[in-house]
């Protein structure tokens, strides 16, 4: 079962963040139906949004949104987590493969690109606004663009590691997944530091540890000397879940017009909407499609859904629609 262990170590000078995200992983990359390279870099995106939920974040209800874009064909990669233990994602091609490094290890940072950023977005609950940050890519790797972002936004020196491993074979599933952030706070001396980077240095791949031993001892031999404290008590247990519902769905159907809905009842018989954080299929019947007329404004040039009675103003008076219009909405 996937799950996170927090700890400290060198007297508390060191902080630990660990997961072991195998099954919720899987789960992602067979709801996405992606390629070995897709799948590890949205596995790695996954496990380090879950880990930076713990260290950025305050309130239970708080989420953290990751994205990566690098300007590759991979064409993106996002994730939003929660301190609940729930995290969603998804990468914008999900099917794309590119052959192996010559090193024989999966390319993600050439499918991600290197060319862009990083960005971290915070939304607070219950009704704060969100705050976002962004760097440039360090490597497209994942992990060490997570490094770089907590350094130069953050100003905490850490060391992330992030992996996807697979089972052998073309349609192998998902073998190890996980992650692991070590972060040096304001009180860790140079001694601790230098041994903490040995460990790192000489610990391998950590895919290759889970498949073969527990997230714990993981967690001991990167922290090698430094007397690990285990805070968690019981392993909180992670999970892939999404958000979304069939109201959200009709949500999504609102940005349609009402001649543009009727069509997909009289030539479908309904509609399906996908939704591209889970990869979840939703048929909407005829009269839900039907049940959704209220009065609402549009855009005179392009149709686009200026408001729409009991929702959220989806545009404010004087922005600008898509088409270049100036927004006029009624009082």
Not at 57 to 62: E, I, Y
Not at 212 to 217: A, I, R, V, Y
Not at 242 to 270: N, Q, T
Request: hydrophobic share 40%; with cysteine; aromatic share 4%.
């Amino acid at each position: 079962m996937a799950h996170l262990l927090r700890g400290l170590a060198a007297d508390g000078s060191v902080r630990v963040v660990a997961a072991d995200t195998t099954d919720l992983v899987d789960e992602a990359l067979t709801r996405h139906g992606t390629s070995h390279t897709a799948g590890a870099a949205l596995g790695r995106t996954l496990t380090g949004a879950l880990l930076l939920s713990h260290v950025v974040l305050k309130h239970h209800r708080d989420r953290v949104t990751l994205r990566l874009d690098g300007g590759g064909p991979l064409g993106g990669v996002i994730a939003d987590a929660g301190l609940d233990g729930t995290v969603r994602g998804y990468v914008r091609q999900p099917g794309l493969e590119l052959p192996p490094r010559e090193d024989g290890k999966l390319d993600v940072g050439g499918a991600l690109g290197r060319d862009g950023d990083i960005e971290v977005i915070r939304s607070h609950a219950p009704y704060g606004d969100p705050y976002s940050s962004s760097v440039r890519l360090t490597s497209g790797e994942v992990a060490e663009d997570v490094a770089g972002f907590l350094l130069a936004s953050e100003q905490v020196a850490s060391a992330v590691l992030l992996g996807v491993r697979y089972e052998r074979g073309d349609g192998g599933r998902v073998r190890s997944a996980g992650g692991v952030l070590l972060q040096a706070l304001p009180n860790a001396n140079d001694a601790a530091l230098a041994l903490l980077e040995a460990n790192v240095r000489a610990f391998g791949q950590l895919t290759d540890r889970l498949a073969g031993g527990s997230l714990l001892e993981s967690m001991e031999e990167l922290t090698w000397g430094l007397d690990l404290e285990v805070l968690t008590r019981e392993a909180l247990p992670l999970e892939f879940r999404c958000r979304c519902s069939e109201e959200k769905a009709l949500e999504v159907l609102a940005y349609f017009s009402p001649d543009e809905r009727e069509r997909m009842i009289s030539e479908d018989g309904g509609a399906e909407v996908v939704c591209h954080w889970c990869g979840e299929a939703r048929w909407v019947e005829p009269e839900r499609i039907r049940s959704m007329s209220r009065p609402e404004l549009r855009c005179p040039d392009c149709d686009a859904l200026w408001y729409r009675e009991g929702a959220t103003t989806m545009v404010r008076d004087d922005e600008r629609c898509a088409c270049g219009r100036r927004v006029e909405l009624l009082a």
